[in-house]
């Protein structure tokens, strides 16, 4: 198990679930834009949010942010000692830095000192494309480069004495990334930040973001994750909380099993599917319920019973069935409408 | 390394690449439809198409389907040995059965005799969804009887000298999808075909697939995939496609690396990125050219210098890179245009 930290009140590691970031894109100089963006990432289901000072200019409406937000914060800064001692003063609830570009082992020790003073955790963040020299100069993979890296930094924090530590080792190249992290998960027991970084535009983010997080999460590496998308940071969340989803991490929202539709299928099951996803798209029950909408005979009875509530088409009709009990039978042009009520009833009446 | 078997002209197992299915949701007894929509998964990127024969009226077409398919064709049968039989006499290039639903074994084994007189390859379907009453009762974890199923049906075909055999053990839980193939593939080395089965629309079925086939594939399982989406099927070609190129198995196309943006980017960097997108779209390289489109100065330089073309933006130009040296400065506004100039030229300089 790994070690406990807490970035203001979200437990990372230890017993904790898997935790949700992501980062603004706002000018941190303008306040009222920055909260918004929080606002919304919390809503739509984010847990800690990462604000960047890139200058003096923004450490006092830095302040005001972390104030204000309704998420714990954590600073993201580069290359400067006085925006991170700053930023600690201000009151964050983290501080992410690369310690290989702060400038000096010396600067490094302000920065532990007076988080040890605010008894905040840093996220030794190493990525790829700012590997210093001497590690990537060095003989053997990226991801040992990386893992290399973050280890120098990870005994200097312990040789003063600074143990509130996370971690991450992110690659724009997924395979860089999986295999960074499963070297550095069997090297020592401070929680993982996982990411994939410049992971592109949408889609194809969404994509490396699930291979690369996805696959780590399956064999049990990895504390919190950020999803990095060329988009706004609200699909990041909704990607990640897909990832949680699918790896069985997150125990609520609705999961919905529908087949590709074949030859087979003599409903319009596409718009079936659709309407149904439209119906539920505010609903948020307390926990996972899994419905199944299928096509045809051949899978479809199967998914339908092992789904909460599942409906299967045959060639006249849906029959709606009900933790494994067939319920009844119903038109497809009223299908869907009797399925979504007997959704809220199930969640309703086991909540 | 895995036993060979061909569909018609596409090798799988052995040394050949990972290829990618699909499936018709048309009529097949609509032969315009059906053949306008392989034409369209073929343009796409798909390279063996399956199409299901629900009914004996749905025979004919579909030899005509066969012949004229610009894919080789696998067939998709449930229930019946004769639409079995007469589908192989037709001429198809391989067939997709679940042997548990056939009937009997007398029936199983007169489909086995037919593929080996036309040497086509059998496809053993398991899916969770219809798994025969006698491995579900049985104890012990989904995936376990899944592939108890699936070994019944190996030793069945092998006793009868059938070896020409892939495999596939489709759930529409990722995690026992990836399970079961764990499983399989340590216990025969006959090909695998991957999916995760009723994987649900666009979002989250891109989402599922990305997981559970990605993270197979970076574990080196897995000959050839289909992504199910409960969607036009030319989405799931571009779903597989990406999950080749971010496992590295397809070395075509370009990959792009952009940042997520923060406080530190002064650029319009989503509309950037956008812009290379669309101006790419169409624009298809025989090899695989990395293209790095980064918002600042942290991890922009990295990035852009191990990309084969990259750009990195600081407060008022873009940075130019090509294979690691840097080029020219550029204004943010020409900068696209001029970055595309380089990657065609890129291209063209070396295929």
């Keep these: 198990m790994k070690k406990e930290i807490f970035i203001g009140n979200v437990g990372i590691g230890g017993n904790h679930p898997v935790s949700i970031q992501s980062m603004t894109s706002?000018?941190?100089?303008?306040?009222?834009?920055?909260?918004?963006?929080?606002?919304?990432?919390?809503?739509?289901?984010?847990?800690?949010?990462r604000v960047a000072v890139p200058a003096k200019d923004a450490l006092v409406p830095f302040k005001t942010i972390v104030e204000k937000s309704p998420l714990p914060v954590v600073v993201d800064i580069h290359f400067d000692v006085y925006l991170a001692i700053k930023s600690i003063e201000a009151g964050v609830h983290g501080i992410r830095i690369n310690p290989g570009n702060i400038g000096s082992n010396k600067k490094v020790k302000e920065i532990l000192i007076a988080a040890n003073e605010r008894k905040i955790p840093i996220r030794i963040g190493v990525n790829a494309g700012s590997l210093e020299k001497k590690y990537w100069n060095a003989p053997g993979s990226t991801a040992g480069k990386m893992v290399a890296s973050v280890m120098d930094k990870v005994r200097f924090f312990e040789d003063n004495q600074f143990f509130n530590i996370k971690i991450s080792l992110k690659s724009s190249d997924v395979i860089q990334t999986v295999q960074a992290y499963r070297l550095i998960d069997k090297k020592c027991d401070y929680p993982l930040h996982l990411g994939v970084t410049e992971a592109g535009t949408f889609?194809?983010?969404?994509?490396?973001?699930?291979?690369?997080?996805?696959?780590?999460?399956?064999?049990?590496?990895?504390?919190?994750?950020?999803?990095?998308?060329?988009?706004?940071?609200?699909?990041?969340?909704?990607?990640?909380?897909?990832?949680?989803?699918v790896t069985g991490l997150r125990k609520t929202g609705i999961e919905m099993i529908s087949c590709p539709t074949c030859s087979r299928t003599s409903v319009d099951l596409i718009a079936l599917v659709k309407e149904a996803e439209r119906e539920l798209a505010h609903f948020k029950p307390g926990r996972k319920i899994v419905v199944a909408i299928m096509g045809c005979e051949v899978n479809g009875p199967g998914e339908a019973k092992e789904a909460d509530i599942g409906i299967a088409f045959s060639q006249k009709y849906g029959y709606i069935f009900k933790k494994g009990e067939m319920l009844e039978k119903v038109e497809p042009n009223r299908s869907i409408?009797?399925?979504?009520?007997?959704?809220?009833?199930?969640?309703?009446g086991e909540t």
Tied chains: 1, 2.
Excluded: Y
Aim: glycine share 8%; aromatic share 2%.
């Design 203 to 245: 889609f194809s983010g969404a994509i490396k973001s699930a291979i690369g997080i996805g696959s780590l999460l399956l064999e049990g590496i990895g504390s919190t994750i950020r999803v990095s998308l060329t988009d706004d940071p609200v699909q990041e969340i909704k990607v990640a909380k897909e990832i949680l989803q």
């Design 337 to 348: 409408t009797r399925l979504i009520e007997l959704i809220k009833d199930f969640a309703g």
């Design 26 to 49: 706002t000018d941190t100089r303008d306040i009222t834009a920055t909260l918004n963006q929080i606002t919304a990432l919390k809503d739509a289901g984010c847990e800690i949010i």
